[in-house]
């Protein structure tokens, strides 16, 4: 049996804390660790023997898969503070880049045709792989279409190094969810909000693999 990829969390707002409760359901163990540490001791209590609440630093070091579950604007500082920690290692980055407009919506804080997955991956540590993955469904949704059955509902995610889409595919698995991928990096854009397949962009809702075909 192939062991699997040993996956951190960090960052336990509405999505960290779900892909975290989605990852338990899935019987994969997890590190979490947050700002707060004891946000992460009292979730990891929640969460069972799988959850493991650490530090920052001795959760990315510990894993194969980082999950940087942070605002856009904190990932890079996240590179530059852990920049050799971070060396090697596979980022999952569900950030989208926006913040509340006057209107009581929200607003892209980046240029109209740039992504937050490009901008990220041009400031990669060295040696490390990004994913675009798990941003593209709101926290509610998140929760609510993850582990259905018999039709899965579907997670995109976007990567240039095919040699990690295995391991991601079997992260989004165990969280509930198919994996489809849209294709490299420079197509994260339709993966962030606002985007062709984003919930929060044209494509609207939670789709099955079927439907989530379709549109590519």
Same mark, same amino acid.
């Given at each position: 049996?192939?062991?699997k ?20 359901k899935?019987?994969r163990?997890?590190?979490? #660790?947050?700002?707060? /540490?004891?946000d992460? +001791?009292?979730l990891?209590?929640? $969460?069972? %023997?799988? =959850?493991?609440a ?9 894993a194969?898969i ?6 856009f ?5 996240l ?8 060396q090697?290692?596979i980022?999952i980055?569900?950030?989208?880049p926006i ?10 804080i980046?240029?109209?045709k ?13 040696? #490390?792989?990004?994913? /675009?993955?798990?941003g +593209?469904?709101?926290a509610?949704? $998140?929760? %609510?279409? =993850?582990h259905?059955?018999?039709?899965k509902s579907v ?5 240039d ?14 969280n ?7 294709g490299?990096?420079d197509?994260?854009i339709?993966?962030?909000v ?23």
């Open positions: 049996m192939t062991t990829s040993k996956v951190a969390i960090i960052g336990l707002g509405n999505i960290g804390k779900t892909i975290a409760q989605n990852s338990i899935g019987n163990s997890i590190f979490i #660790a947050s700002r707060k /540490k004891e992460a +001791t009292t990891a209590k929640e $969460l069972g %023997s799988l =959850a493991t650490t530090s920052t630093s001795d959760a990315i070091k510990n194969d980082i999950v940087l579950s942070v605002w604007n904190t990932i890079q500082d590179f530059q503070q852990y920049g050799s920690e971070l090697g290692k980022i980055d569900p950030s989208n913040a509340p407009d006057e209107n009581g919506g929200f607003k892209k980046i240029g109209e740039e992504s937050a997955g490009q901008l990220n991956a041009a400031m990669l540590p060295k040696g #490390a792989k990004l994913v /675009k993955a798990f +593209t469904l709101g509610a949704s $998140l929760s %609510s279409a =993850a259905q059955s018999p039709d997670l995109f995610y976007a990567s190094d095919t040699t990690v889409d295995s391991k991601v595919e079997e992260f989004i698995h165990d509930g969810f198919d994996a489809v991928k849209v490299g990096i197509q994260s339709r993966i962030e606002f985007g062709d397949l984003h919930e929060f962009g044209a494509l609207g809702k939670v789709v099955t693999a079927t439907e989530a075909i379709a549109k590519l």
